[in-house]
C-alpha cells in the first residue's frame, strides 16, 4: 500500500448541491441526498467505496488474515465468567470455540462450581437462559440489551436488537416451561420487575428521535400496559431500575446536565411514584437505599459531587445529612450500599479508586492499587446481605482481573484473569502515566503502554487515541489484540484530553460547548509532547478515535494534516453543522447540552469553525480508514460518507483515503466475536501498512 500509483480509481459520488442558509452564512452541501437511503444511488454508492476499499486492501490480505490468527490464538475460545450466587442459584455466561455469541446460565448454588471451569467440567444441571447463537440464527446482526429476574426466579425479561441500530425489542421467558409469554413491546431502553413477580415496569423510547421518554407497567397476563409516565422535555431521558435492597423502584430523569428522580415501593406496584427532588439546571442527582435513609449523589455544592442522605419521604434541605463533603480535587464516580456497607468510586487526578466504609461504626477505608495506570468496575454484586464486593481490575499491561473483596477482612481474591494464550508475560512491557501542556498551561494527562526495549530515539511507531466528549472518562484496558501493535514495535498512547470525565466533571466543562476547542488543542498538545520527547515523530505517528473521537480526529486533521501519518476513523460524527440543525434525528436536541444549540448564532458561529466537514479545505491530508455502519443510529451512515465524498474532491496528496461501510451492523460494528476480530484486524493492516509495517 506504500506504491499509491498502483492503486484503482476510487469512486466519485454525484454532486447534487443544496443550499443551507443560517444568520447569513451559506453553505453548500453537494452530498447532501447521501442522507436518503431509499435512493438506489446511495447504496450504490456504499457499495463502490467497500468495492473500492477490498481492491485497495487485496495486496494486504495476507498481512490482514495473519493478524486475525494470530489474535484469535492468544484468545480461550471455550471460556465461562465467574459465577455469581442469587436466591440459590449460580449465574454465569459461557462461550464455546467456533460460536460467535455468548450463552448465559444458570445452576443450582449448592452445586459446586470452580470459577473460570469449563461448562463441560460442571457438575450439576445446567440451565441455559439464553442462547444468543440461537437468537442470531439467519440474522447478521444480534445483541442482548437489558435482562432482569421476576423475584420468584421464574420469569426472565430481557431486550435484544436485531439490526445494530440499538432499537431493543422486550420478550419475558418462562424458565418453568421454557418457553416466551405472548407479549412482544419494541423500542424498550429499560426494565425492572416489581416484587409481586406479576408486574413488570419498562421504559420506551420516541420512535424518530429515540429519545426514552415513557415509563410503562405490565402485569402478566393482561394484554393491554398502562402508560405511568412521560417525560416531555425533549432534553430528558428515563431509565427505571430497583434498588439492591429490592424494597424501592427508582425512576430516572437526566439530561446531560440536570436530572430527577421518582420511587415507588417495590412491594406496591400500583402506587403512586412519588418525586425526591424537582429537577434545577445544571444540578445532576441520582439516589439509593440504605435503611430509613435515601442516599443522593449530587452536585450541588461542587461539580465533583457530594453524598447526603435523608429520610425517605422528607427530602428538603433541612432534613439532610452529609455523608461526604465534595472536594474540588475527588470526582465522586458512583456508590454501592449493602447492608452492612457502601463502597464508593472515586477519581483523584485521573486515578480511580475504591473507598470502603462500615455503615454501623463510619469506619473508611481505600482500597490500594499499584499501577500507575488502571480502570477499575463494579462486577455482579446483586446480594444485599453480601460482605464482599466483587469489582473488575485492567491496565495496559494487566488483563481483566475479577476479584472478591471481604470489606471486613480487608482481604483480597483473585477469581479470574482472562486468559491470553502464547508467549504473554506482563513484564515485557511498560506502563508510563505523563503530563503534556496545553497552550492554556494546563496539563493533560496521557498513558502509554509499549514492549520493554522498544527505542525512544523518535523512530518508534506511535498509535494516539482520544475521546473527549459526554464527561466519560477515557479509561486506560487491557487488550490481547493491541500486543500485536506492541511486538512490532508500536507504542500504544492513550490521551486524556478535556471534554472527557478523565479528572471530573470541570475537565468535562471545560472541553464542551463554548470550550470545545479545548479537546482538540489538547490532543494536539498531547502530540506535539510525545514527539519532543522522543516516543515518535509526524511521520510515524498515527491516530484513532470512534464517534465523538470521529470529530476529534477531524478537526485536528483540519487543522495540522502535516502531523499525522495516518488515521483511523469510527462512526466518526464529522457533519456538525447538518445534524444538529435537524431537531428530527435522533439525540440531536438531548445533544443541545453537549455541543450548544446551533440555532442560537454564538453556538452556531463556534461550532462552525471546527465542524469537520465544514471546515475541509484544498489541502494534503494523511491516510485515512474511515468506517461507519448503515443502521448506525448514534452517528448516522451519511456523516462519514458524505465527508469521504467531499474530501476526495479537496485533498492533494496520493495518499489511501477509504470508506468501510458494515452494511449489517450500528455504532459499534459486528457484533460477533469473530466478525469483530476480522474489522480489528483490518483496522491493524491498515495502519501498519501505513506505517511501513507488512508483516
Not at 484469535?72 to 465467574?82: C, H, K, Y
Not at 449530587?298 to 442522605?309: E, H, T, Y
Amino acid at each position: 500500500m506504500t506504491d499509491t500509483r498502483q492503486l484503482p480509481s476510487p469512486p466519485i459520488a454525484a454532486r447534487r448541491p443544496t443550499v443551507l442558509s443560517k444568520f447569513g452564512d451559506r453553505r453548500v452541501d453537494d452530498y447532501f441526498w447521501l442522507r436518503q437511503r431509499d435512493d438506489p444511488a446511495t447504496i450504490t454508492y456504499l457499495d463502490a467505496e467497500n468495492t473500492y476499499a477490498d481492491a485497495v486492501m487485496a495486496p494486504l490480505a495476507p498481512f490482514r488474515e495473519a493478524l486475525y490468527r494470530e489474535m484469535l490464538g492468544r484468545i480461550q475460545e471455550t471460556d465461562m465468567s465467574v459465577p455469581y450466587r442469587l436466591r440459590g442459584w449460580r449465574y454465569y455466561v459461557r462461550t464455546e470455540t467456533g460460536l460467535q455469541y455468548p450463552i448465559l446460565c444458570r445452576q443450582r448454588a449448592n452445586e459446586e462450581v470452580g470459577a473460570g471451569e469449563p461448562a463441560a467440567s460442571l457438575p450439576g444441571t445446567e440451565h441455559v437462559l439464553l442462547d444468543v447463537n440461537e437468537l442470531a440464527r439467519g440474522k447478521s446482526y444480534m445483541s442482548v440489551g437489558d435482562v432482569d429476574l421476576s423475584d420468584d426466579d421464574r420469569f426472565y425479561a430481557y431486550t435484544t436488537d436485531a439490526t445494530g441500530f440499538r432499537q431493543y425489542t422486550l420478550q419475558i421467558k418462562s424458565l418453568q416451561s421454557g418457553k416466551l409469554l405472548p407479549m412482544r413491546r419494541a423500542r424498550v431502553t429499560s426494565l425492572a420487575w416489581a416484587a409481586d413477580n406479576e408486574t413488570l415496569f419498562y421504559t420506551t423510547e420516541d420512535k424518530q428521535t429515540k429519545r426514552s421518554n415513557q415509563l410503562w407497567k405490565y402485569r402478566l397476563g393482561e394484554r393491554g400496559d398502562e402508560l405511568v409516565f412521560e417525560e416531555r422535555d425533549e432534553r430528558f431521558n428515563l431509565h427505571v431500575s430497583r434498588s439492591r435492597s429490592e424494597a424501592w423502584l427508582f425512576l430516572d430523569s437526566h439530561s446531560h446536565t440536570s436530572s430527577e428522580v421518582r420511587y415507588l415501593p417495590a412491594d406496591r406496584p400500583d402506587g403512586r411514584w412519588r418525586l425526591v427532588l424537582a429537577r434545577r439546571a445544571d444540578i445532576e442527582y441520582d439516589v439509593d437505599h440504605h435503611g430509613e435513609r435515601f442516599y443522593l449523589r449530587i452536585n450541588d455544592a461542587g461539580r465533583n459531587f457530594r453524598l447526603v442522605s435523608a429520610p425517605i419521604g422528607r427530602f428538603g434541605r433541612e432534613h439532610w445529612r452529609e455523608e461526604i463533603a465534595h472536594r474540588a480535587e475527588v470526582m465522586l464516580e458512583s456508590m454501592d450500599f449493602f447492608r452492612d456497607y457502601r463502597v464508593v468510586q472515586e477519581r483523584e487526578r485521573g486515578i480511580e479508586h475504591l473507598v470502603v466504609t462500615q455503615l454501623a461504626s463510619g469506619d473508611s477505608h481505600r482500597i490500594a492499587f499499584d499501577e500507575p495506570a488502571y480502570t477499575l468496575s463494579s462486577d455482579a454484586n446483586p446480594e444485599w446481605e453480601s460482605e464482599t464486593f466483587r469489582f473488575v481490575y485492567q491496565s495496559m499491561t494487566t488483563p481483566d482481573s475479577v476479584y472478591d473483596y471481604h470489606m471486613a477482612t480487608r482481604q483480597r481474591t483473585l477469581l479470574k484473569r482472562r486468559p491470553v494464550l502464547g508467549r504473554f508475560d506482563p513484564a515485557d512491557y511498560v506502563t508510563e502515566r505523563r503530563e503534556a501542556t496545553a497552550p492554556d498551561g494546563t496539563a493533560v494527562p496521557v498513558s502509554l503502554v509499549y514492549r520493554r526495549g522498544t527505542p525512544r530515539d523518535g523512530s518508534a511507531p506511535l498509535w494516539l487515541e482520544g475521546y473527549g466528549a459526554y464527561g466519560y472518562p477515557n479509561d486506560v484496558y487491557f487488550s490481547s489484540a493491541r500486543l500485536s501493535l506492541l511486538d512490532r514495535g508500536v507504542i500504544y498512547a492513550t490521551a486524556h484530553i478535556r471534554g472527557g470525565g478523565d479528572l471530573g466533571k470541570p475537565w468535562h466543562d471545560a472541553g464542551r460547548m463554548l470550550n470545545k476547542q479545548n479537546t482538540f488543542s489538547d490532543f494536539i498538545a498531547v502530540a506535539e509532547h510525545l514527539i519532543e520527547q522522543g516516543y515518535t515523530r509526524p511521520g510515524r505517528l498515527a491516530i484513532e478515535g470512534g464517534s465523538a473521537g470521529g470529530l476529534l480526529l477531524g478537526a485536528v486533521v483540519n487543522l495540522r494534516p502535516a502531523l499525522f501519518r495516518v488515521v483511523l476513523s469510527e462512526v466518526p460524527f464529522v457533519d456538525v453543522m447538518s445534524t444538529m440543525l435537524d431537531a428530527s434525528l435522533p439525540l440531536t436536541v438531548g445533544e443541545y447540552e453537549e455541543w450548544g444549540n446551533p440555532n442560537q448564532r454564538r453556538y452556531y458561529d463556534y461550532m462552525r469553525r471546527y465542524s469537520p466537514y465544514d471546515n475541509l479545505v484544498r489541502q494534503a491530508y494523511p491516510a485515512m480508514l474511515v468506517k461507519t455502519s448503515l443502521n448506525d443510529s448514534q452517528v448516522m451512515y451519511w456523516e462519514p460518507a458524505k465527508y469521504v465524498a467531499r474530501l476526495r474532491t479537496l485533498k492533494t496528496d496520493a495518499n489511501p483515503l477509504l470508506l468501510v461501510t458494515n452494511m449489517g451492523a450500528g455504532h459499534g460494528g459486528a457484533s460477533g466475536r469473530y466478525d469483530f476480530l476480522r474489522e480489528v484486524a483490518l483496522d491493524f493492516a491498515f495502519v501498519l501498512s501505513q506505517l511501513g509495517i507488512t508483516a
